[in-house]
């Protein structure tokens, strides 16, 4: 299939200028930079939006290539497309295994192909790792498999010597199709992975050391536990974890400038938080939650037990958090240490300002004029910051100053 262009009459990429960008500011307005007269606490940018690629259906995970592609994986049908600096995208990669459907109630699966991320050694290995949803006789499993990007003159681009170096054990699979988790990110300066896997819709699951699911884990490139877990060489919690206690992290990034693990996670009503993740920490699900269950009724605790870690910051609305990256970059250099992170019922990126060791606050909110739901967030080499808008009309979106020249 060749690749296909998205471009305007014009030659240029098409783009939207956003010119009402709202920023709500700390209660010391004159502390952030960007401030203009006007209402207290607000202050507007002007961002350019610039629209890389259209057309993809549900896509989910997006990686940033050293030359300026990407790749982008497309949650149901389960497929992963390589796009071009301009727009251009190929048909659906050869190598990436089959889904898990959950049969009966496809429009409410979560269900699929999700994240995408690059070796840390990729312009020499050419290695990509996925996460999906793999189908097993019990179910579904979570799967972590890698192949190698191969492109070859005349042919289109494939994964090839694909393998799958991690499958969530036997005994913790089941038919859900919802609160699979599925975010990736390698730890800084090495080599070793972190998964996030969603308590699968059962909450108790998430207290259970034996059990993967509502937890964080950490592994090895090839798949094998990492040494320095906390339960590395137990013969009954799990080896692979490093955290617990989560509902369903859809958004997960570490920071190179300090090695920090950091989360997004769905809450039940009105619960949805941040984390400052550490080795061996329980974050509360479902035995405290700042949320409520969607009867109305309180779930766990009135108050926050000692052995259970605190939010960075917990949204006083529901934002459904999804896709999540520290900001590193001269194009926005006021935001530089910045989270964002995407908004599936906001429909916005929201800029999140890290305050104190683990206290985060919101600083603002990015392209909420798109009206569009965010699923993922990644900050290229030039510190433009890119997005995909999760629909059946699926979009890759870039976001630059406005008074950054097009490209020729």
């Keep these: 299939m060749p690749m296909k262009p998205f471009r305007s009459s014009s030659g240029r990429l098409p783009a939207v200028s956003l010119t009402t960008l709202l920023l709500l500011l700390p209660a010391s307005p004159g502390e952030a930079t960007g401030q203009v007269p006007g209402q207290a606490g607000e202050a507007a940018f002007e961002v350019r939006v610039d629209t890389i690629a259209v057309g993809l259906e ?78 097993t006789p019990r179910g579904a499993a979570l799967t972590v498999i890698r192949g190698r990007l191969v492109e070859e003159a005349g042919g289109e681009p494939r994964l090839e010597d694909v393998e799958e170096i991690f499958v969530m054990k036997e005994d913790d699979q089941d038919s859900s199709g919802l609160h699979f988790g599925g975010s990736l990110a390698f730890e800084p300066g090495g080599t070793h992975l972190f998964l996030s896997i969603g308590d ?47 509902r369903n992290p859809q958004g997960m990034t570490t920071d190179a400038a300090t ?75 006021e935001w530089d240490g910045h989270l964002l992170t995407g908004g599936l019922v906001t429909r916005a990126v929201h800029l999140l300002r890290i305050t104190g060791e683990a206290e985060v606050t919101e600083a603002g909110r990015l392209a909420t004029e798109l009206d569009r739901r ?3 967030v990644r900050v290229a080499e030039d510190g433009s910051i890119w997005v995909i808008t999760e629909h059946e009309d699926g979009e890759v979106l870039r976001l630059r100053p406005r008074d950054t020249t097009l490209p020729n």
């Design 259 to 333: 090695g920090q693990l950091w989360i997004v996670d769905h809450g039940p009503q009105r619960g949805d938080g941040v984390y400052r993740v550490e080795r061996g920490a329980n974050y509360g699900w479902p035995l405290y939650t700042e949320g409520k269950d969607y009867s109305g009724a309180p779930l766990g605790y009135e108050e926050r037990p000692s052995e259970v870690a605190e939010a960075a910051h917990v949204f006083d609305e529901t934002v459904a958090p999804s896709g999540l990256v520290i900001y590193r970059g001269a194009a926005f250099p």
């Design 58 to 135: 549900h896509p989910w995970g997006l990686a940033l290539l050293p030359d300026g592609r990407f790749l982008v994986t497309e949650r149901n049908p389960g497929t992963l497309r390589l796009g071009g600096a301009e727009g251009e995208l190929s048909g659906p990669l050869d190598g990436v295994p089959e889904i898990f459907r959950y049969e009966g109630e496809t429009g409410r699966s979560q269900a699929g192909l999700f994240d995408v991320r690059l070796h840390p050694e990729f312009e020499q290995n050419r290695w990509v790792y996925l996460s999906l949803s793999a189908p």
């Design 374 to 376: 965010i699923r993922n």
């Design 200 to 246: 699968r819709r059962n909450l108790e699951r998430a207290q259970d050391l034996e059990d993967q699911a509502g937890a964080i884990l950490r592994m090895t490139e090839d798949g094998e536990p990492a040494p320095g877990n906390p339960f590395a060489g137990s013969d009954e919690e799990d080896p692979y974890l490093w955290s617990w206690g989560h």
